[in-house]
Structures are given as structure tokens and as C-alpha cells.
């Protein structure tokens, strides 16, 4: 995922938390909230020191980079994502970091219709 589609400063986050709507599961908290951008759309992580050590920290940020990245066809372009990794994100694979991540976005009403066609469950 190009560093254009990050969201870095702790401004931008800010403006999420503060403007954004949130929706959750048992492993994941996204906050979304529309942009002026001309980018499709951003993404920012945290991941606590509670989830793990540096090693399973990076694992769960590359795992959800990674979804994002088969996803983005199906994301709503215009938008800001902060995700915040629960406990349970630890013990997934990456597969199921991405259905846990789709049944969110389908919460949050971020993914295209032609996502909700396809076969992810």
C-alpha cells in the first residue's frame, strides 16, 4: 500500500476520532469519516502494546495493509479509515483478519454493492 493512502499525523487522526462515525466487532474498532482528497481513500492503524510484542504488532498492521489493498476495488472512495486492533486480532491469520474486516466495512456501509455480490462472508 503507496504511503499516499496513510494517514500519519496525529491532526488527521484527531479530525477522525472527532468528526467520524464508529463501527466494531470483537476484533476490530474502524472510525470512518469522508475526506476532500483527491485519494481514493486513507487508512490508519494503532495497535496497542496490549495486543502483543513488536513482532505480533507488525504482523496485524501488514495483515490489515494487506486487506485494504485486495479491498480496494470494493471501498467507497473519499474516506479516512482508522482501525484499531482488539486482543483477539493477535490470534488471527490473515484470512480471517480480512472477513473479520469485511463484516465491519459492511457495518459501516463502506464497501461498494458489488462487494456485498461477491463470495466474502
Avoid: W
Amino acid at each position: 500500500m503507496k504511503k499516499t493512502f496513510r494517514i500519519k499525523k496525529d491532526s488527521e487522526f484527531q479530525s477522525v476520532f472527532k468528526g467520524g462515525k464508529s463501527f466494531a466487532n470483537r476484533q476490530f474498532v474502524v472510525y470512518m469519516y469522508k475526506n476532500e482528497l483527491n485519494v481514493p481513500f486513507r487508512i490508519g492503524l494503532s495497535v496497542s502494546k496490549k495486543i502483543g510484542n513488536a513482532v505480533t504488532r507488525n504482523r496485524v498492521k501488514r495483515c490489515i495493509r494487506q486487506s485494504f489493498t485486495e479491498l480496494k476495488e470494493e471501498i467507497l472512495p473519499g474516506y479516512d479509515f482508522i482501525i484499531i486492533a482488539r486482543k483477539p486480532a493477535a490470534d488471527m491469520d490473515g484470512n480471517e483478519v480480512k472477513k473479520s474486516l469485511i463484516h465491519v466495512l459492511k457495518r459501516a456501509k463502506a464497501l461498494s454493492r458489488r462487494a456485498y455480490r461477491s463470495d466474502y462472508k
